[in-house]
């Protein structure tokens, strides 16, 4: 476990790619205008179902969140008009938010 910085100027740099072609959970802030960047790592990685979890401003009343995967995060992002701030998770975890989020669903239906 650990912390890199995956940018460098206006560029991802090749930890980017590293992170990409590992197992481990990938969060980038403040990268929506690099969607595309991102996508085309993991998909060169062989990652294309690593599900994706985009928070556009996080604990307003304008959140957004978008749930895909890298093969349609550019086109779903598009499609739902996000935009920073927001915070990108790439990977397994948020298959665990999902299941969270079924269970809050599931026990507002009881009430």
Same mark, same amino acid.
């Given at each position: 476990?650990?912390?890199?910085?995956?940018?460098?100027?206006?560029?991802?740099?090749?930890?980017?790619?590293?992170?990409?072609?590992?197992?481990?959970?990938?969060?980038?802030?403040?990268?929506?205008?690099?969607?595309?960047?991102?996508?085309?790592?993991?998909l060169i990685a062989g990652r294309s179902d690593t599900p994706v979890l985009?928070?556009?401003?996080?604990?307003?009343?304008?959140?957004?969140?978008? &749930?895909? @995967?890298?093969?349609?995060? =550019?086109?779903?992002?598009? %499609? #739902?008009?996000?935009?920073?701030?927001?915070?990108?998770?790439?990977?397994? &975890?948020? @298959?665990?938010?999902?299941? =969270?989020?079924?269970?809050? %669903? #599931?026990?507002?239906l009881l009430n």
């Open positions: 476990m650990g912390f890199n910085r995956i940018k460098k100027g206006n560029q991802f740099n090749k930890d980017l790619k590293l992170a990409a072609q590992s197992n481990s959970t990938v969060v980038i802030l403040m990268g929506t205008s690099k969607l595309e960047d991102i996508s085309t790592s993991f985009i928070i556009q401003n996080g604990s307003t009343p304008d959140e957004k969140i978008l &749930v895909t @995967d890298i093969k349609n995060l =550019v086109a779903a992002a598009r %499609e #739902e008009g996000v935009q920073s701030p927001a915070v990108i998770v790439v990977g397994e &975890v948020v @298959d665990t938010y999902k299941q =969270v989020e079924e269970v809050f %669903e #599931e026990l507002s």
